[in-house]
């Protein structure tokens, strides 16, 4: 979603803020902008598109040494150069970029600024237009900044630029994440680490509430009663390496293939000297002192927490709900006595989770993050975090978060179940290891996969996963992937349903692609492809070695039959990868979509 950089320094800003935006574009965004301050001018260059295309735009010839810039992905008004940011006061003194959303944007409008033409249908040139209202006011940029975020209602995170002062970026927060990085002679501002990696790995978390004043050599932090706050960087543990693409044609493509090195790592990670499980003990306290486990998430997320649900509830004996985070915000169903709240989230930073989380920490219930991101939001404001280790993960489309978060749950369900006394015949870090090598396997089958796609996929105008069980859970993100990346209308159902209606849509031709991991449902799963079949359906049946049956489209190493969908869903990831390039679509920046959704 929207992405900030701002630098302040010695160099040419609009080259670092260019390079920032360009590692924020996996993201997702519909137009960028950048603006740079010189001596005489605050000079803005937005434009519609890629940054690629802002390149372009940037005037050479200018030179500066602080500035600001943005990706938007639209929210209010059209995504066009007009409502892309930066955004400037009608007299061209102060330049913002923003992230988030001012709920109270027009009741701002009607009080304070009924007179000021607006140039854009954005809710943030609100904000930019108080600014310079109140600076009239005061004759005190900070006085007026301060007055004018304490008035807004919503997320935000913000970068400003005042051309008048001297060289400072004024900056503040709410919900929405922003960082302050720090270096020798320069500061910079990003609302991701990995934005300004290329400059520095030392940064400083902002908090809400707070006003940030960012010159070269200063980074001053007050709460809104003007309370001076000390904050000790953290060290960004990225490696700049692993958001580069390498060889590889896709981020996507790159990501499904390290599946494999990150079952390994989360085995090195999860595991102690005596090849135990090693894990906080006070996640593991709380997992014991809980009397139901409620799951938290969104989308692909989502979908590793049905499986984890049936790890929680068959191994460790654990009840366990399932909720999608925007439904679970306005609706919440009655709690049982101990609740412990389980938030599953890729980037840690999705704002229906978020919402969520104030809620639970309002109430008082204990709240465990699992996140791929450690220092994000939902990471901090947790009581306990796990983390996925999955490494930066940069197509829109998740892959490998998808089966660490199914790694680590399986992991936290052998844990619980132990610290239980439960008795099991499962070592869940060797059956990770054979979960790894089949995974391997199954990515050295790319040429197979790929064909399947173009017989099944190439010209379709929709597609159906079904499975049973665990299967039916894989089908939908299944789904999920094929349509998010190459907009084939795709459903998952659970394999009994489709005679309850859905088997309707069923014509000549039309792909099924059936899930036969589960030996116990493996019959009815064959019979439900049957009946469709007779219908005139193309099915794709993919199955393990020990389940193959003649005729079966695909089959993959056995794995321990809990773990299959780590390594079935690689097979789908891999499907719909080569539908979407073969249909010529953005792989990696899928239209509409972003990469971490920061708003509700
Ligand atoms: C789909 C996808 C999304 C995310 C969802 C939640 O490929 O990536 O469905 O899973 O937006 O995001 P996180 O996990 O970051 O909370």
Known sequence: MCGIVGYIGNDDAKEI??????KLEYRGYDSAGVAVRSKDNTDLFKVKGRIATLREAVDSNVTATTG??????????????TNAHPHQSTTGRFTLVHNGVVENFQELKDEYLSDVNFVSETDTEVIVQLMERFEKDTNDTLEAFRRTIELLHGSYALAVLDHDA??????????????????????????DSMAMLQVTDQFVELMDEEVVLVTKDHVKIQKLNGEEVTREPFTAEIDASDIEKGTYPHFMLKEIDEQPFVMRKIIQEYQDENDQIKLDQDVRQAMADCDRVYIIAAGTSYHAGLIGKEFLEKIAQVPTEVHIASEFSYNMPLLSEKPLFVFISQSGETADLRSVLVEVNRLGHPALTMTNVPGSTLSRESNYTLHLHAGPEIAVASTKAYTAQMAVLVILAVDTARAKGLTLDFDPLKELAIVGNAMEALCDQKDQLEKIAQEYLQTTRNC????????????LEGALKLKEISYIQAEGFAGGELKHGTIALIEEGTPVIALATQEHVSSSIRSNVSEVVARGANACIISPEDLYKEGDAFTFSDVHPLLTPLASVVTLQLISYY?????DCDVDKPRNLAKSVTVE
């Open 68 to 81: 600001i810039g943005h990706t938007r992905w639209a929210t209010h008004g059209q995504p066009n150069q």
């Open 17 to 22: 803020l260019l390079t920032g935006l360009e």
């Open 579 to 583: 539908a979407a390039l073969h249909r």
């Open 166 to 191: 001297e060289d400072t970026v004024y900056v503040a927060k709410n919900k929405s994440p922003l960082l302050v990085g720090l270096g020798d002679n320069f500061n910079v501002v990003a609302s």
């Open 464 to 475: 159906f996963f079904i499975g049973r069980g665990l299967d039916y859970f894989v089908g």
